[in-house]
């Protein structure tokens, strides 16, 4: 077994082999602790930043090849991917909602609570149809004219995600934790402003003659017509964006002398402290993976990971365990096919802690 196990830390074992490795890990607490005892040593006489690279790779091949086992692989992928690595911060935030429906305030100051499985027709104060909403998404009518921008606000809370198509057919993606605030109806002519507040996966539709322009707290985004992410959360260290295809002028809120041409695959991520951007290049598709459900994560701090599961299972986390808090995780989860609990009892096996879990609240105790 102790071959199997080096040859499984390794990243060269076999689906079989890691299926036979986990049936025996999970069938006494000797062999737990043996595990993890030689999984430890190998971390220490190991380089962890390349093995988890490698790893992610391996993962994300094999997710794309089982589709079918998604949630069996995810099983142990997520055992798979963890590796020691240094970090300093203990996460303790109690914040979580219980109010779990998506809300829509339209200019009129009408508030409605969007149903998952129902439709809804929207109507504007003069009885004019102005969208139409099905499931997860809201379709606004591009034949309404208006010389006023009237402008609606969606919040989408902890646990759901959501889609709006513009009246310009631009098409936006609203993860969780996110207030999006949009005109009903764009003026022709002059800059399409939106405002964001969270992350939102932008498919703008192209106008020349009308720049269309995120405004968030601490970043502002440019474009003519193009796909890109933006996140720019409150309680998150950095604002960035990451774009797909064409271009994006992003600009600093408090200094718009800041700012950077972005081209396709790079990401900006604004450095307040510096007063400045980083710009480097990126896989993107790891960064828009939230628009299909899931999360990924490469050498992420327990800290950041525990903020993306938050916003993802509608969970706050309290964390007072120092050996997690000093670990970096990779990996992927696909978020519909799983839960915060199972989630949690797979850690357990590879870094034994104690944790419950109350009206949303997850404490982990040291």
């Not at 949630?71 to 970090?87: D, E, H, R, S």
């Not at 193009?226 to 600009?251: A, C, M, Q, R």
Request: net charge negative.
């Amino acid at each position: 077994m102790t071959k199997l196990i080096y040859k499984y830390l390794d990243n060269k074992a076999s689906e079989e082999e890691i299926a036979e490795l986990f049936d025996w890990i999970d069938s006494s607490n000797e062999n737990k602790k043996q595990f993890i005892a030689l999984k430890t040593a190998w971390a220490l006489t190991e380089s962890p930043k390349a093995s988890n690279l490698e790893t992610v790779g391996i993962l994300k091949e094999q997710t794309l090849k089982k589709k079918r086992k998604v949630f069996t692989y995810w099983k142990y992928a997520a055992i798979l991917v963890i590796a020691l690595g240094i970090g300093r911060a203990i996460y303790n935030n109690t914040t979580t909602d219980n109010n779990n429906d998506v809300i829509l305030e339209l200019s009129n100051g009408v508030v409605k609570h969007i149903n998952d499985n129902k439709e809804n027709v929207l109507i504007n104060k003069d009885g004019i149809v102005i969208g139409k909403q099905t499931d997860h998404e809201i379709i606004f009518n591009a034949n309404v004219k208006s010389e006023e921008l009237k402008y609606n606000t969606i919040k989408i809370p902890y646990g759901k995600r959501f889609k709006v198509v513009l009246s310009d057919s631009t098409v936006v993606h609203l993860n969780a934790g996110t207030t999006f605030r949009f005109p009903e109806n764009f003026i022709a002519s002059a800059n399409r402003d939106v405002f964001l507040t969270g992350e939102a996966f932008f498919e703008v539709t192209k106008n020349e003659q009308s720049p269309f322009i995120v405004h968030s707290d601490k970043v502002n985004i440019q474009v003519l017509g193009t796909k890109f992410n933006v996140s720019s959360y409150p309680n998150d260290t950095n604002s960035h964006s990451e774009l797909l295809e064409g271009s994006v002028k992003i600009s600093a809120v408090s200094d718009a002398s800041k700012y950077s041409i972005l081209e396709p695959n790079q990401q900006a991520v604004w450095l307040e402290k510096q007063n400045t951007f980083h710009i480097k290049d990126v896989n993107t598709t790891d960064h828009i993976a939230w628009v299909n459900g899931e999360i990924l994560f490469k050498d992420m701090p327990f800290s950041a990971l525990c903020k993306k599961l938050e916003r993802a299972y509608n969970v706050a986390i309290i964390n007072d365990n120092k050996t997690l808090a000093n670990q970096e995780f990779s990996g992927s989860i696909r978020i519909d096919e799983s839960d915060i609990d199972t989630l949690f009892k797979l850690l357990q096996i590879d870094t034994p802690f104690e944790y419950s879990i109350k009206n949303n609240i997850i404490i982990i105790n040291d």
